[in-house]
């Protein structure tokens, strides 16, 4: 990425848009449409006008609307239109009042999902296993980089800070960096009504984590998509770039991984454990095939190292942060609970986790 590509613009002045916040909005809310792009991490969105509704609207109640596919990588020139199908409707942060952002998934003219469409699938995989009730609770990773695109956040230019050790979970000037967009971030997620459980400090500098979940079933992923969706807008309005990369930074500086923290009621359940330990077993004959699915360049973060197991060896352990599957002590003292599947990447498509760990454990 060039040099201060994003920093050359001019100045737009907030305390004006500010002014224009606040007008009544004569009866009508603006509707984000939301949806993933053909790469199958970008995310995408156009407004549209609707009249407020009492009660607010469910996602039956919305349009399906459609796109330019052409100009997104998701259909050919000549038979351009894709469809979006509203799926969950969430409060939009942004705009704030009665306007709300509609995460939607894709289909062609003749209502086939397009070829990028994952969340069908995962649905489908969720209602199969639906009386299981499966939880899934995620860790995002993020990294945050200046406007150039080229420095993490926080980092002298051209240069490197000071070994790993103070940042993770860190307060101060000389260890924390990008604050102001955590907190914002986590408001944001408050606000729109995105499960969000926690956050803190990770471990290289200038990267940071929050958490989503626990959720059931389906809502995980739409609430994780939703989540990085108010994370680019919320960065994109302090001028900082974010990155999902699974290993942005090469050599001794820990990567970014999306843990997967998984249960079912009877993994909850007394004696659940046995069930914990028979899904990981299951997990470890397909480990080739879930990798193949967690995350695009993840070979760069499983090394090993940096707390990470190995890509090719599936392995799992009490609180063990060195193996592809990570049991919290307090689960084996009580003998229920739920695993950590540690080998996600940052980058990975929820949908597909979330779908292939239910397809794993519970319906093959
Ligand atoms: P770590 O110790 O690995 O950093 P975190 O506290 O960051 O763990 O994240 C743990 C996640 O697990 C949270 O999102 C939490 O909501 C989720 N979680 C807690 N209980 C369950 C459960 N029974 N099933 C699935 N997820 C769970
Ligand atoms: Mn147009
Ligand atoms: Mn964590
Ligand atoms: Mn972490
Ligand atoms: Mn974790």
Not at 102 to 126: E, Q, S
């Amino acid at each position: 990425m060039p040099n201060n590509l994003f920093s050359q613009h001019t100045e737009l002045s907030d305390a004006i848009l500010e002014s224009f916040k606040t007008l009544d909005q004569k009866g009508f809310i603006m509707v984000e449409y939301i949806w993933i792009g053909g790469s199958g991490q970008d995310l995408r969105c156009k407004t549209r006008t609707m009249p407020y509704k009492e009660g607010g609207y469910k996602p039956s109640d919305l349009p399906k609307w459609n796109f330019d596919g052409s100009s997104t990588g998701q259909a050919p020139g000549d038979d351009s239109e894709v469809i979006i199908y509203p799926q969950a409707v969430y409060a939009d942060p942004f705009r704030g009042g009665d306007n709300i952002m509609a995460l939607c998934d894709c289909y062609k003219p003749d209502g086939t999902p397009i070829d990028n469409n994952t969340r069908l699938a995962c649905a489908k995989a969720c209602q199969e296993a639906e009386k299981e009730i499966p939880w899934f609770g995620i860790e995002q990773e993020y990294t945050l980089f200046e406007a150039d695109g080229v420095t993490p956040f926080g980092w002298p230019k051209g240069g490197y800070p000071g070994p790993q050790g103070p940042y993770y979970c860190a307060i101060g000037k000389e260890n924390a960096f990008g604050r102001h967009i955590m907190e914002a971030h986590y408001k944001a997620c408050l606000f729109a009504g995105v499960k969000i459980s926690g956050t803190n400090g990770e471990v290289m500098p200038g990267q940071w984590e929050y958490q989503v979940g626990p959720c059931v079933g389906i809502t995980a992923g739409d609430d994780l998509w939703v989540s990085r969706y108010l994370l680019q807008r919320v960065c994109e309005l302090f001028g900082v770039i974010v990155s999902l990369d699974p290993k942005p930074i090469p050599g001794d500086w820990n990567g970014a991984g999306c843990h997967t923290n998984y249960s079912t009621e009877p993994m909850r359940n007394p004696g659940g454990y046995a069930k914990i330990i028979e899904a990981i077993e299951k997990l470890g004959k397909k480990h080739e095939q879930h990798i193949k699915a967690y995350g695009e360049g993840n070979e760069r973060r499983l090394t090993g190292r940096h707390e990470t197991a190995s890509i090719s060896q599936f392995s799992y352990g009490v609180a063990n942060r060195g193996a592809s599957i990570r049991i919290g002590r307090q689960v084996e003292e009580e003998g229920c609970g739920y695993f950590e599947d540690r080998r996600p990447a940052s980058n990975m498509d929820p949908y597909v986790v979330t779908g292939m760990i239910i397809q794993t454990t519970l319906l093959d």
